[in-house]
């Protein structure tokens, strides 16, 4: 092996053991050198008194030109950024939403088919900004630009700390 070949890997081996020392000592989570776990942008929180109308809808704008919507009892959806399900009250969410057309408010559950919804929870995996517009029947449509919040930064991370965002749907100002 040439003089080098060996002080090339003697330093590659030096600046490895640097990195996986700092990684060691990552205040990111308790784990040792790893990213915190990925987060939705949002949780959004949508309820109306007495209850949300079939066919409430919110439309999700993020991305530049991206959007996906959810309509309350709509047809499924295979959303893959706005996760969303309708539930009789907010205690009833998960902590996560399932993306991917799985709809707790179709499905059989002691609630469901006897109180209608008066909630609906999402999910936003935006990775950032996002523009939400909601449409109820006999409600003012709701629209609105949220903000994300990135986490603090660690080398290689770029993880969002989630937004909790809660929007009541009122009869009081309805015009549209």
């Known amino acids: ?23 060691k000592h990552s205040p990111h989570d308790g784990t040792l050198g790893m990213c915190p ?18 066919g409430a809808s919110l439309r999700v704008g993020f991305g530049g030109a991206q959007t996906e919507s959810y309509e309350l009892g709509g047809r499924e959806g295979h ?6 399900a309708a539930f009789v009250d907010a205690s009833g969410a998960p902590e ?15 609630d469901a ?8 929870v999402c999910d936003l995996w935006t990775d ?9 029947k006999g ?17 290689g991370c770029h993880t969002l700390v989630t937004v909790d965002v ?3 749907l009122s009869h009081t100002d309805a015009g549209d």
């Open 96 to 110: 996560r939403i399932a993306c991917g057309g799985t709809r707790p408010d179709t499905a059989a559950s002691s």
């Open 1 to 23: 092996m040439s003089q080098r070949v060996a002080v090339g890997l003697a330093l590659l081996g030096l600046a490895l053991s640097g990195a996986l020392e700092a990684c």
């Open 79 to 84: 959303n893959e950024t706005a996760c969303c």
């Open 113 to 120: 088919g006897r109180t209608p919804a008066r909630v609906i």
């Open 128 to 136: 950032g900004a996002a523009e939400i517009v909601v449409r109820a």
């Open 166 to 168: 809660q929007r009541a």
């Open 37 to 54: 776990q990925p987060a939705p942008a949002f949780r959004l929180t949508l309820w109306a008194q007495p209850a949300l109308p079939l």
């Open 139 to 155: 409600f003012p449509t709701l629209k609105e630009s949220l903000v994300a919040q990135r986490a603090a930064e660690m080398e």
